[in-house]
């Protein structure tokens, strides 16, 4: 298992936002190479990047939408996030 933090910021006179977090096992110790995989819900489009060697992830100027965040590592247990909205 993994857990995943998200932040996602709202803009209130801008129209993007963005999603960020941090990979961690259930020690609390950070993942790096994590694959997160974002998919914006209204449109079907995805992206897919890797955590640092700090666990951290971002994905910024997104559209205002629900969006499922996926992460999957080797040896754990995928986690996916549905309806994180903006």
Do not use: C
């Amino acid at each position: 298992m993994i857990a995943v933090s998200l932040d996602s910021p709202k803009a209130w006179a801008q129209f993007t936002s963005s999603i960020d977090g941090t990979v961690t096992d259930p020690s609390g110790a950070v993942v790096p190479g994590a694959s997160v995989t974002i998919t914006n819900e209204d449109t079907g489009i995805s992206q897919t990047v890797q955590t640092s060697t700090a666990g951290y992830y971002r994905f910024p100027s997104l559209s205002a939408s629900p969006y499922t965040v996926k992460v999957a590592v080797t040896g754990f247990k995928t986690k996916v996030l549905e309806h994180v909205r903006l």
